[in-house]
């Protein structure tokens, strides 16, 4: 526990002007990040007397070991650069709302020619306009199939519309006339916009002039006695108007607004956000929170609207917010709502009528919502707690394990062998922690070396993060000054050799090694130490246990290798899959929990999760491997050259007969580039030819497959 006096700035160095202020840790980890009017004022109250502090700040201030600060000029900068702040460091101590849920929107694909109207969940994209959220799928669909009588825009897929396209068929929509059938031209591509233009007006709420026009429409039809064509008009508008009944009118004068509660208690706040669109309810979603920093309802508003407008722009933001509370600086805030809207926000408390009464109502879901949550949490917590504890009982350690490291090592037959580190906090899996590993001190199969490996290079860059942060003590300091404290030479291979490739889950482009550790934490492509920027660091946290999947010779190695670097203070345990037995490092019987054990569930869950995560590694290595040609050995040469040259070319044998000259004439190709095509080529010899067994003709490679 740090003293704060031991970091505290002279009151003479910190400005009194606003600004954006950042407590770090021990480890230059970013904890908390504000604002404030006036630095020299905020910071002062960080740095009284421990016992006048309130006991989240408190523990803030003990844990940070300096602050630092960004002036700027106006209040309106200090809100947004807090939240570019909050959003990059992420950290601890700052509230951080959770989406309770991925809300489905109704979308619109302006940008496309033909646009298309589908169910979206996820990030928004540039070019979409969007409706809602929903609070299910199922009343999007149903709002769709309303409105496809009056406008048929097309729903279908990129791959359906295509089809249709080339067949000259169109879909069955397009048959029933809930589809105007665009992909085989039975409108142009500025009549399907019109359709799609009046859905959106419809759904952002002007809905009377499509109903009062339709009805005209229907009359008229009437009078020159085109009855079939008056009863169509007279089920559009009826449709429409069912479609309007959905969604209730709540505000008689055709509103655009947000209404935003909060409901709270010691420990977390939830929140609820009613979107109001012409008068209209259009969309409902919700945020759960931790009570991690000491705010006040004001305070919970204001990270509430950064959190729901920091990423839009236009229409996206409401004319009108309507909050239980102003936030501390409601001109400030009201400045950054209305240049993200591009036109002036009204932000205040409804005080009486009918905006005041939906408030109400908006506030009575927060309670719920709060509630709810703290009756979910609440047995995922005694559960959690209850597997830990049966750990460290069986597995006989002096606390919990509230980090927990496993590691699984897959490959086939030998080839592609590769390992996966994953690591579950307080018995949930943390995903940005994951990390993956290429085995490279040895070739061939040998699961007990591939362990001992990994384990070593894991914390190998442990140790360097610690002496690079100055947590090594004087006294321990090595003799010897051609070796670091970590017991690796400067020119050791273990601190330059590549840094795990997956910090994101599966599925996520990651970054490719390059000629050291990858950035937070490790070195440049030169070789040299980056600065800290507060981010988390790739191995700088320590887990109290690491399981390996493997019995005895693998916890072995594992516990082998910790002891090479001279770490005696991390548990070690392995779970072996034929009779979930538990190892130990020096027992010769295995720990056997029972079958209904939460301690076993947890293991087992861990020890698939890290199974998964190597698999799924594996497999992609795999078939990178098997797609690649001989091409991919070219240093520089990208997908898209690759590309043109067998277009030119028509086939990597072709492009292999080819003269330095001809390749050259191909464009974006330099001589350079086609001098080391061509060696390239040349160094590998081509395939025999491969034979059909059934006519006995030889198959003869060609561009994107085989022919006769």
């Known amino acids: 526990m740090a003293d704060p006096s031991s970091y505290r700035p002279k009151p003479g160095q910190i400005p009194d002007s606003p600004g954006v ?73 700052n509230v ?30 540039k070019g979409v306009r969007y409706f809602g959220p929903y609070g299910h799928a199922w009343a999007i669909r149903e709002t769709v199939d309303l409105m496809l009588r009056v406008f048929p825009v097309r729903t279908c897929s990129a791959g359906v519309f295509k089809n249709a396209a080339r067949t000259g068929r169109p879909c069955l929509l397009g048959y029933i006339g809930k589809c105007s059938a665009p992909c085989v031209g039975r409108v142009t591509p500025e009549e399907h916009r019109e359709l799609a233009d009046g859905f959106c007006d419809f759904m952002a709420g002007r809905t009377g002039t499509y109903i009062r026009r339709l009805e005209k429409d229907m009359m008229a ?24 009944e959905k969604s209730a009118v709540v505000l008689a004068d055709a ?18 956000i009613f979107h109001v669109r012409g008068g209209r309810v259009r969309g409902q979603r919700g945020w759960v929170t931790d009570r991690v920093e000491n705010v006040d309802i004001s305070g919970l508003v204001e990270h509430a609207l950064q959190q729901l407008y920091g990423e839009e722009t236009g229409d996206a933001v409401p004319k009108e917010v ?46 719920q919502a709060l509630a709810l949550h703290k009756t979910k949490r609440a047995s995922d ?84 993060e610690k002496e690079r942060t100055g947590e090594w003590a004087e006294a321990s300091a090595p003799a010897d000054p051609t070796t670091s404290p970590s017991g690796l030479a400067p020119d050791d291979p273990a601190l330059t050799d590549p840094a795990p490739t997956d910090p994101v889950p599966d599925g996520l482009p990651v970054a490719a090694g390059t000629g050291g550790p990858l950035p937070d934490g490790g070195t440049d492509a030169a070789g040299e130490l980056r600065e800290d920027d507060g981010r988390p660091k790739r191995f700088a946290y320590p887990p109290q246990l690491v399981v390996v999947d493997g019995g005895r010779p693998q916890v072995a190695a594992a516990r082998r290798a910790l002891d090479e670097l001279g770490i005696d203070d991390i548990a070690v345990c392995g779970l072996a899959k034929r009779l979930e037995e538990v190892w130990l490092p020096d027992d010769d019987d295995p720990v056997v929990l029972p079958r209904s054990s939460e301690g076993l569930y947890l293991l087992q869950r861990v020890r698939d999760e890290a199974h998964r995560f190597a698999i799924t590694y594996q497999r992609a290595k795999r ?34 007969q080819a003269t330095i000259d001809e390749i050259c004439a191909v464009p974006g190709i330099g001589r350079r580039t086609a001098e080391s095509v061509a060696v390239a080529l040349a160094s590998t010899a081509p395939a025999a030819p491969a034979v059909n067994t059934a006519t006995g003709e030889i198959i003869e490679e060609n561009d994107g497959g085989s022919t006769t």
Not at 64 to 81: C, D, F, N, R
Not at 115 to 120: G, L, T, W, Y
Not at 223 to 234: N, Q
Not at 255 to 272: K, P, R, Y
């Open 381 to 464: 917590l005694t559960t959690r707690s209850r597997a830990l504890e049966e750990i460290a009982e069986a597995l006989g350690l002096d606390s919990a394990p509230l980090r927990i490291e496993c590691y699984d090592v897959s490959h086939l037959q030998g080839d592609d062998v590769v390992a996966s580190m994953v690591v579950f906090e307080d018995g949930l899996a943390r995903k940005s922690e994951y990390r993956r590993f290429q085995i490279k001190g040895f070739e061939g199969q040998d699961d007990v070396r591939s362990m001992h490996e990994v384990v070593g290079r894991r914390f190998k860059r442990y140790l360097q």
């Open 322 to 367: 309507l909050v239980p509370a102003l936030p501390e600086d409601p001109d400030a805030v009201s400045q950054w709502l209305a240049a993200r809207r591009g036109s002036q926000v009204s932000l205040r408390i409804p005080q009486r009528g009918d905006k005041k009464d939906l408030m109400a109502t908006v506030q009575r879901n927060a309670q």
């Open 221 to 244: 039809a009437a009078e020159e006695m085109e009855y079939e064509r008056a009863a169509r008009l007279r089920d559009d508008v009826e449709a429409l108007k069912r479609a309007m």
């Open 623 to 656: 078939a990178k491997r098997i797609r690649s040609g001989p091409l991919d050995a070219v240093v520089g040469l990208g997908e898209t050259r690759k590309q043109a040259l067998i277009k030119h070319f028509g086939s990597v044998k072709k492009l292999r």
């Open 96 to 125: 951080k709302y959770r989406d309770d849920k991925s809300y489905p929107y109704l979308a619109v694909t302006l940008d496309e020619e033909f646009p298309r109207v589908q169910v979206m969940r996820g990030a928004k994209k």
């Open 21 to 93: 202020y950042r407590f770090r840790d021990e480890h230059r980890r970013v904890i908390y990040v504000g604002k404030a009017k006036n630095l020299r004022q905020r910071l002062a109250n960080y740095f009284q007397d421990l016992a006048a502090l309130h006991p989240r700040t408190r523990t803030m201030v003990t844990t940070a070991a300096s602050v630092e600060w960004t002036v700027v000029s106006t209040e309106v900068e200090a809100l947004q650069l807090e939240y570019s702040w909050i959003k990059e460091y992420d950290p601890r101590f």
């Open 255 to 272: 509103t655009d607004a947000d209404l935003i509660a909060v409901a709270e208690d010691e420990l977390e706040a939830a929140v609820q």
